[in-house]
Antibody, heavy 118, light 105 residues
């Protein structure tokens, strides 16, 4: 059974950065894309970007270009999402998600709450 | 940029059929996926590629996609179907609809 286990909740100051990890088990990590999706309190789902670990190529939503970096370590089956220049509007639950060939997400991490507050 | 439009809310009587729409320009040419999300939980894929059900999803959930509208249909609605539902498409990037809150009366 595929599992995506994310790192724990974070509290950050405005202007700082946060790095969230997502460790995969039970599947072929490199063969699928890993997407990062966030959800602000009471809001909808927002795609931030994704990576195909076997290729090491990431693409990002235009909104986050220059502020987000997504990487993957095939040796540990772990993906990372780093978001910089944090502001209060970045307070959200961040999910990693295994993404299939047609963009469908079949497995989700448990979510990581990132709170940005002074 | 491409946009997906969902109604904010849909209500359905217990045991009746709910239909949740997702509008987009020529969305019928794209692969549409649907997710169910209950409070405090991660989303769950309920329909992929317009009309396919993942293993474990009841047959009561079905999907269609044509023209400018994709539709998620939930037959014989149950109290447990109350949730937010999101459509999603993927082109060169992923886009989610704004979400629809389904209320079962």
């Amino acid at each position: 059974q595929v599992q995506l286990v994310q790192s724990g909740a974070e509290v950050k100051k405005p202007g700082s950065s946060v790095k969230v990890s997502c460790k995969a088990s039970g599947g072929t990590f490199s063969s699928y894309a890993i997407s990062w999706v966030r959800q602000a309190p009471g809001q909808g789902l927002e795609w931030m970007g994704g990576i195909i670990p076997i290729l090491g190529i990431a693409n990002y939503a235009q909104k986050f270009q220059g502020r987000v970096t997504i990487t993957a370590d095939k040796s540990t089956s772990t993906a990372y999402m780093e978001l910089s220049s944090l502001r209060s509007e970045d307070t959200a639950v961040y999910y990693c998600a295994r993404t299939g060939s047609y963009g469908e997400v079949d497995y989700w991490g448990q979510g990581t709450l990132v709170t940005v507050s002074s | 940029s491409y946009e997906l439009t969902q109604p904010l809310s849909v209500s359905v009587a217990l045991g009746q059929t709910a239909r949740i729409t997702c509008g987009g320009n020529n969305i019928g040419s794209k692969n549409v996926h649907w997710y169910q999300q209950k409070p405090g939980q991660a989303p769950v894929l309920v329909i992929y590629r317009d009309s396919n059900r993942p293993s474990g999803i009841p047959e009561r959930f079905s999907g269609s996609n044509s023209g400018n509208t994709a539709t998620l249909t939930i037959s014989r609605a149950q109290a447990g179907d109350e949730a937010d539902y999101y459509c999603q498409v993927w082109d060169s990037s992923t886009l989610f609809g704004g979400g629809t809150k389904l209320t079962v009366l």
